[in-house]
C-alpha cells in the first residue's frame, strides 16, 4: 500500500494530464475512464475488489459505490462540462447552499444513499470533488451539514493531506476518511478545525497489518455485504424470513422446555404461629382423601430475607400436629 507522500507525487505526475483532458468536453463515461479511476484507483490508492461500479437501485444506477468492512460511500460522476457551482475561496459550504445551486445531483446522489442504507458521497466532474454526509439518521437537518470543496486541481495540490486523509483506502480502512473528517469539520471564525490542527501534516501510524488483512476479510464476509440485490434477497430469506420448517421446529424445542411452574391456590398470610398452624392443619385434613390417591400439593413459604422463614418451619415443626 502506497503512503501519502507516494500518492502525492503520483498526484502531481498526473496533474499536467488531468488539466490538459478536462480542457476538452468530455462525455460521462470519459470523465470516469479517464480521470476519476486513476484519481482512486493510482492517487488514493483502491483496489479493483473495493470498488462497485454502475450497481442498480430502485432509483436508477449509481456511478461507484466504494465498499469496506462496515462502511461504504457513493461516488457520483459528472461530465466535465457539468461545472458545480461552489463558495470561492472557501474550503467548506453548508450543504444546503450547495444543493440549492446544484439541486439534480444532490438529489440524485441522496437517491442512492437512501437505497444503500448509507450516508457519505462525494459528487464529482473529474476535477472538482464535493465530499460530505448527505443523509442524517439522528433526526438533524442534514441541510446544516458540511461539505468540504475541493474546487480544481490546484486546490487538491495544495490541500492535498486533507484530500489524501478523506477519500484514501488507506484512511478510510484504518477508521479516518470522510467518517472522521466531515462528522469534525466546523468553521470558527473563518478558520477551519483541520488548519488549526499542529501536526496536520503528519502521517498517522496506523494497524501495518490493515492492507493485508482486508482483502481475507473481504473473501470471508464479503457475502454479508454483497451489493447484487438478488443476493441480498435470497440470504434474507433463508436466514431471517420464518417459514413451515422454522415453525415446525420452534415448536418441538417450545415442548421440550414446557415445564410450567404449579399455580398458587391460595395466600395464606402469616400473622403468628398459632394461626399458620392452624391454617395448614384445616388445609391437611380438608385434602385427607386427595392425599392418598396423589401427591400433596405443595406449600410455598415466601418471605424476603432475614423475614424468618427458617424460624417459622422450627416452630411449625415443634408443634405437636406436626411430630
Not at 49 to 61: C, L, T
Not at 139 to 155: E, H
Amino acid at each position: 500500500m502506497k503512503d501519502s507522500k507516494e500518492c502525492f507525487e503520483l498526484f502531481k505526475e498526473y496533474k499536467t494530464e488531468f488539466e490538459r483532458i478536462v480542457n476538452n468536453p468530455l462525455t460521462e463515461t470519459d470523465t470516469r475512464s479517464k480521470i476519476i479511476d486513476k484519481v482512486f484507483l493510482e492517487v488514493l490508492d483502491w483496489s479493483e475488489d473495493s470498488i462497485d461500479r454502475e450497481g442498480y437501485v430502485d432509483v436508477g444506477y449509481y456511478d461507484y459505490c466504494f465498499n469496506i468492512p462496515g462502511f461504504g460511500f457513493v461516488v457520483e460522476a459528472k461530465k466535465t462540462m457539468v461545472e458545480f457551482i461552489v463558495p470561492v475561496k472557501h474550503k467548506s459550504a453548508l450543504l444546503g447552499l450547495f444543493e440549492q445551486a446544484n439541486k439534480d445531483v444532490v438529489k440524485q446522489v441522496r437517491s442512492y444513499l437512501f437505497e444503500k442504507g448509507w450516508q457519505y458521497a462525494t459528487v464529482t466532474n473529474g476535477y472538482q470533488f464535493i465530499i460530505g454526509k448527505f443523509i442524517n439518521t439522528d433526526g438533524t437537518d442534514w441541510k446544516k451539514n458540511k461539505c468540504i470543496v475541493f474546487n480544481g486541481f490546484d486546490d487538491i495540490e495544495s490541500r492535498f493531506v486533507e484530500f489524501y486523509n478523506l477519500l484514501s483506502k488507506y484512511s478510510n480502512v484504518n477508521g479516518d476518511g470522510i467518517r472522521a473528517i466531515v462528522n469534525d469539520f466546523k468553521i470558527e471564525k473563518g478558520r477551519t478545525v483541520i488548519s488549526t490542527i499542529p501536526t496536520k501534516g503528519l502521517e498517522i501510524d496506523r494497524n501495518s497489518l490493515s492492507a493485508e488483512l482486508i482483502p481475507i476479510i473481504n473473501r470471508v464476509f464479503g457475502e454479508l455485504s454483497d451489493v447484487d440485490e438478488e443476493t441480498n434477497k435470497e440470504l434474507i430469506r433463508e436466514c431471517f424470513i420464518e417459514n413451515s420448517e422454522i415453525k415446525k421446529n420452534k415448536s418441538e424445542i417450545e415442548r421440550l422446555f414446557d415445564d410450567l411452574p404449579p399455580k398458587v391456590e391460595s395466600v395464606i398470610k402469616a400473622r403468628n404461629t398459632d394461626s399458620i398452624v392452624e391454617q395448614i392443619t384445616h388445609k391437611i385434613e380438608k385434602d385427607e382423601i386427595k392425599l392418598k390417591a396423589n401427591s400433596p400439593d405443595p406449600i410455598i413459604i415466601i418471605g424476603s430475607k432475614g423475614a424468618g422463614k427458617t424460624t417459622f418451619i422450627n416452630y411449625l415443626f415443634q408443634d405437636d400436629k406436626f411430630s
